[in-house]
Nanobody, 127 residues
């Protein structure tokens, strides 16, 4: 089992940048495919990005492609979400999530493929 803690959220102006971090407990972080999701007030949770546990292949939602970058540092048990050119519609609580160990499926946007979740960090983009 893995425990996830997000950090790095805050208030930023339209067009600004922010980097979120998600640190995992345990010694097997490198075995987990990691994802970022977000949920805006009154809206359903939506997928943002994912990075595979092996090979570092990535997958992005169309809404963030070209603006956001997901990466991981296995030595630090941390996955990052670099967010550039932020827009007010990016305002949401951002959640880090992990699949089961050695996930063999395709990178997925389906939340139920990620059994482990952090508590979330608020990102607010002002216009």
């Amino acid at each position: 089992q893995v425990q996830l803690v997000e950090s790095g959220g805050g208030l930023v102006q339209d067009g600004g940048s922010l980097t979120l971090s998600c640190t995992a407990s345990g010694r097997t972080f490198s075995s987990y495919t990691m994802g970022w999701f977000r949920q805006a007030p009154g809206k359903e949770r939506e997928f943002v990005a994912a990075i595979r546990w092996i090979g570092d292949s990535t997958y992005y939602a169309d809404a963030v492609k070209g603006r956001f970058t997901i990466s991981r540092d296995n030595a630090k048990n941390t996955v990052y979400l670099q967010m550039n050119s932020l827009k007010p519609e990016d305002t949401a609580v951002y959640y880090c999530a992990a699949t089961g160990k050695y996930y063999s499926g395709s990178l997925t946007s389906l939340g139920n493929s990620y059994p482990y979740w952090g508590q979330g960090t608020q990102v607010t983009v002002s216009s």
